[in-house]
């Protein structure tokens, strides 16, 4: 039986779950119509819809696994069911940590402005970098299986013997943890680097400015701002995603601890939702598609509530004439 604080914290995961998914669909739906549009595939919207299509993926394994650990426990003694959503689990959470880097990146090299030579590289093949980075998240994903093999082989060997996890000491098993995530930490990496390099080049164009003209923002100090936003926000929600994972990872240690876990899945959870939200508002494509989309949703509310009125109202016309 759930306490009311584990019931509140299952209910606030699922409400971000169900905004998630919203606000990841409707990425993922703004960009194919612009490609159809267009007849053409940017390579901002290839990240952006992948993103978008990683993000629902990871979502509702999140909730998935959370809901069978919670309420069917059971499900992962028999059967393999631990296994596939393991290898999902790895392919899907690369998958979407790596369209995120990718966007930083992009963003980086299309905003930022600096005269080194590998700068300058790196920007005028743009295009080459996205199957650069592709081919490392294949090495990661090479990297991973084997560790995710190993862990759910130990998993099985203390679900036959009950001595086992105390046997095996708690820097093993963060060690391994971190070899598992290895990948996905190269890739926050890249992106804090990203961010980093960015925030130089906003701060030596804002003196460049000062020194020259006046204090009013041109459009390169906007681009500039809007890609900081967008890549500090990321960074934030990372981090909290990152804790929301250590939470769960710990709750293997501690598994009757059922509150800490909830917590966890629901500080997981914030970050493909929170995010999107973000790049919706960060993105003038997807901020004009979303307020297109509540103006025509307010026009039909306000529709159907005058026809709902004029409908009572004739009806009590209609009694009133009986």
């Given at each position: 039986?759930?306490?009311?604080?584990?019931?509140?914290?299952?209910?606030i995961a699922v409400s971000e779950s169900i905004l998630g998914v919203l606000g990841n669909g409707f990425i993922g739906l703004v960009n194919c119509i612009d490609c159809v549009k267009n007849k053409k595939f940017s390579m901002v919207g290839f990240i952006l819809t992948g993103l978008a299509t990683s993000r629902i993926c990871l979502i509702l394994i999140i909730i998935t696994d959370g809901f069978i650990k919670i309420f069917?426990?059971?499900?992962?003694?028999?059967?393999?069911l631990i296994d596939y959503i393991s290898y999902l689990w790895v392919i899907i959470n690369q998958s979407s940590i790596w369209f995120a880097t990718s966007l930083s990146i992009f963003y980086f090299l299309k905003i930022a402005n600096f005269s080194h030579h590998i700068f300058l590289w790196l920007k005028g093949r743009i295009n080459s970098v996205l199957p650069l980075l592709m081919g490392s998240l294949f090495i990661s994903w090479l990297f991973t299986f084997p560790q995710i093999v190993k862990i759910i082989n130990d998993n099985r060997m203390k679900s036959r013997n009950t001595t086992?996890?105390?046997?095996?000491?708690?820097?093993?098993?963060?060690?391994k943890q971190i070899l598992l995530n290895l990948g996905v930490i190269l890739l926050f990496t890249l992106c804090l680097i990203t961010c980093f390099?960015?925030?130089?080049?906003?701060?030596?164009?804002n003196r460049h400015m000062q020194l020259n003209v006046t204090g009013l923002r041109d459009p390169s100090t906007e681009a500039h701002v809007k890609a900081m936003k967008i890549l500090v926000s990321?960074?934030?929600l990372f981090i909290l995603y990152f804790i929301g994972i250590a939470i769960e990872i710990s709750c293997f240690i501690l598994p009757?601890?059922?509150?800490?876990?909830?917590?966890?899945m629901m500080t997981t959870?914030?970050?493909?939702?929170?995010?999107?939200?973000i790049l919706i508002l960060g993105n003038s494509k997807l901020k004009q598609a979303s307020l297109k989309t509540l103006q025509q949703l307010?026009?039909?509310a306000r529709r159907l509530l005058t026809a709902a009125q004029i409908h009572v109202g004739g009806n009590g016309c209609s009694r009133r004439i009986i």
């Open positions: 039986m759930l306490s009311i604080l584990e019931g509140l914290l299952i209910f069917s426990p059971d499900m992962y003694s028999s059967g393999n086992w996890q105390l046997n095996m000491q708690k820097s093993e098993f963060f060690t390099l960015l925030i130089v080049s906003l701060w030596r164009h990321f960074i934030i009757e601890n059922k509150l800490l876990f909830i917590f966890g959870a914030i970050y493909p939702w929170g995010h999107s939200f307010k026009c039909e």
